[in-house]
């Protein structure tokens, strides 16, 4: 009995080993690939995702990096100049200067005059005028006199401008969000007063900022020369005058010439007037003092002749 008991024991184990190696051979076949499947995919399309992700932000990133590099922003420059010219008549170089400032599109700022005729004549023009009109203005202004002295400076304010530019678009949006929230405001009177003290001041500091965007756009728009003319009287420059110029200068002279005889001869006929009311009755006078006894005479003559 014991015999049959432990035999039936035996088969009874051998059989279950059996069936545990067989059913784990056969669940490690699948279980295991879903498992390794599983523990693969995640990573593997971690992986892919953040290759991708880094692809496309690489894309985006080049995409614009490319468009911003296209798109050109255009740079504020401030442009000044200065000029120093001579010339042989002061007045005919102010009215060709003058006269040619409208035709630029500019204005003159200030103006100074010095000096009488007969002495050294000075005058200094400060003239706005577009900044793309700068070197045509300056190629013309040359010819008006002899050139002495010519500078010129350009100075960069690109990022200062859009920097403020900036600020005041950020102040402009801040000032919204607090009338927005003032509007809004239903709670005490504290409360209230401390958001419009806070719109104030963002309020004044937008028209600070605006005005300095206002004084760069002015200056970056309107570019600023200087214009010195110095009236010298027989003014020899260094080198040959070119032809234009003596043709320009003799004709000059010649105008000035007959402006000068038309304004004697006016002054000489101005000045003799007082005098023609005497000097006519004074000669009146005497022509009738030498004529008296001549008539006289012949009177006497007459009656003698007609006694005889």
Same mark, same amino acid.
């Given at each position: 009995m014991k015999k049959k008991l432990t035999s039936l024991c035996l088969i009874g184990m051998l059989v279950t080993a059996l069936i545990g190696c067989s059913g784990g051979s056969a %669940? +490690?076949?699948? *279980?295991?690939?879903?498992?390794?499947?599983?523990?693969? &995919?995640?990573? /593997?399309?971690? =992986?892919?995702?953040?290759? %991708? +992700?880094?692809? *496309?932000?690489?894309?985006?990133?080049?995409?614009?990096? &490319?468009?911003? /590099?296209?798109? =050109?922003?255009?740079?504020?420059?401030?442009?000044?100049g200065e000029l120093h010219l001579a010339c042989e008549n002061l007045e005919v170089a102010t009215e060709k200067l003058e006269s040619r400032i409208k035709s630029f599109g500019g204005?003159?700022?200030?103006?100074?005059?010095?000096?009488?005729?007969?002495?050294?004549?000075?005058?200094t023009w400060t003239i706005r005028l577009p900044s793309e009109k700068f070197d045509s203005f300056i190629k013309f202004a040359v010819t008006i006199g002899e050139l002495q002295s010519n500078t010129r400076q350009a100075q960069d304010v690109s990022e200062e401008f859009y920097d403020v530019e900036a600020r005041l678009k950020n102040k402009k949006i801040e000032e919204a969000r607090l009338v927005e929230l003032l509007k809004r405001a239903t709670g005490k009177l504290s409360e209230v007063l401390t958001v419009e003290k806070e719109l104030s001041r963002v309020r004044e500091e937008a028209e600070r900022i605006e005005g300095r965007l206002r004084f760069l756009r002015n200056q970056t728009d309107l570019s600023t020369i200087t214009v010195t003319i110095q009236e010298i009287k027989n003014f020899q420059p260094e080198g040959p005058p070119t032809v234009k110029t003596q043709v320009s200068r003799t004709f000059d002279a010649s105008i000035d010439a007959m402006k000068q005889l038309g304004l004697a001869a006016l002054l000489f006929v101005v000045a003799v007037i007082p005098w023609a009311l005497p000097i006519g009755l004074i000669i009146w006078l005497i022509a009738r003092k030498s004529r008296g006894p001549k008539v006289t005479n012949q009177v006497e003559q007459i009656d003698d002749s007609q006694q005889s």
């Open positions: %669940g +490690d076949s699948p *279980a295991m690939k879903r498992s390794a499947g599983m523990t693969r &995919s995640p990573a /593997s399309e971690s =992986a892919g995702l953040e290759s %991708g +992700d880094t692809a *496309a932000e690489s894309k985006v990133q080049n995409g614009r990096t &490319s468009d911003e /590099s296209q798109i =050109a922003v255009p740079r504020k420059i401030i442009y000044t204005y003159i700022g200030n103006a100074s005059h010095s000096g009488n005729r007969g002495t050294v004549r000075e005058s």
